[in-house]
């Protein structure tokens, strides 16, 4: 089955072509941080407009470097949901169109579900009950995943853990902006604390409490805020780069001590780990290592399909597909939607 996946739930215009859910033909990401950077962060009505203007060269593009027309395929899956409401719809309305008239069925895929999906292209072999941690720009959830077929194809989501506040990458991007880094701040945060002290600055880790699998990101980012206003040399190089890693480290320690937590609870046969945080060169080797030790087994994605792309889109969608799935045309996008 050849799948056309279609992205566009944030800042980035994508389209991927998919076969069996399985193997990447084509994945095409255009990024907008370009339009973005000068404004230190997302803002919606441009992100929405330069959608509407590279959704149909970014298809295209798909195509051409998969080596195959529309006819080829044979069905196809857009993101409705969550994001920005604007740029789902761009997407979501562009998808519509190619199924209505082709007549070729449509998939509606959650987001985060594409995330989990990301997982499956290296590692179709993922061992369930796993728990997923999603850790992105808008999201921080942890899932508890079950699967009938003990594969990708019908998986099932209980959402055991979320952030009360900021999403994790929303933690990377705030502090980035405060420290004068620019946008988007995860990237740039991973470099530089590759050479600073991460035991340079000691947060205190919010408590939630002993019994709940929820985060909490607002505090640390509140901490680095007030320890800037009181120590401007914070923002110069050398102790930038020190509060980088120790901002870096804290982030990790809060996203593992919780998953740590959820799997003595719950005893997955594996761990997961996706989202675009997940591409933090520091979470996932500090996870490796962690999981390595308490003899889980642990899978993500390599750092493309880590931040948003289409593929991981496709993949979803051709589950749903398999499985009969299909949306009419009147489905809707929505900025809102839940995985569980
Ligand atoms: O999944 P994603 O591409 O978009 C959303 O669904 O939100 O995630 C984007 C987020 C941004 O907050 C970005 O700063 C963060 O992922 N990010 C990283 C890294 N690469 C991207 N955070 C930490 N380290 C990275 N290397
Ligand atoms: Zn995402």
């Not at 050398?238 to 982030?251: G, K, N, T």
Request: proline residues 4%; neutral net charge.
């Amino acid at each position: 089955m050849l799948v056309l996946g279609i992205e566009t739930s944030c800042d980035e215009t994508a389209a991927a072509i998919v076969r069996d859910g399985q193997e990447i033909l084509s994945n095409v990401i255009y990024s907008q941080v370009k339009t973005h950077t000068p404004y230190g962060g997302v803002v919606p009505e441009l992100a929405s407009r330069e959608h509407l203007q590279k959704i149909r060269p970014i298809v295209d593009q798909a195509f051409a470097d998969a080596h195959l027309t529309l006819d080829a395929i044979d069905g196809i899956a857009a993101t409705s949901g969550p994001g920005l409401i604007g740029s789902l719809l761009v997407g979501l309305t562009y998808a519509k169109a190619l199924s209505f008239s082709t007549h070729k069925p449509l998939a509606a895929v959650n987001h985060i579900e594409g995330h989990i999906y990301s997982v499956s292209f290296e590692h179709p072999n993922v061992e369930f009950p796993a728990l997923a941690l999603v850790v992105s720009g808008g999201h921080t959830n942890l899932f508890w995943v079950e699967s009938e077929s003990d594969d990708f194809r019908n998986l099932k989501y209980k959402l055991v853990g979320r952030t009360r506040d900021d999403a994790a990458g929303e933690a990377y991007d705030k502090v980035a902006k405060l420290l004068g880094l620019g946008y988007p701040g995860g990237p740039i945060i991973d470099r530089l604390a590759k050479t600073g002290n991460r035991n340079a600055f000691r947060f205190s880790i919010p408590k939630i409490s002993d019994q709940s699998l929820d985060f909490s990101f607002s505090g640390i980012k509140t901490a680095v805020l007030q320890m800037v206003q009181k120590n401007e040399k914070l923002k110069e190089e050398p102790l930038r780069l020190d509060l980088c890693a120790s901002f870096q480290e804290s982030v990790v320690n809060m996203l593992w001590s919780t998953t740590l937590k959820a799997a003595q609870l719950h005893r997955p046969s594996s761990i997961m780990l996706s989202g675009g945080v997940a591409a933090n060169s520091r979470l996932r080797e500090a996870f490796a290592e962690r999981c390595a030790e308490a003899g889980w087994k642990f899978y993500y994605p390599k750092p493309i399909l880590t931040t948003d792309n289409a593929a991981m889109i496709a993949a979803a969608g051709t589950a749903k597909l398999m499985r009969g799935e299909t949306a009419g045309i009147d489905v809707n996008a929505d900025p809102n939607l839940r995985l569980a």
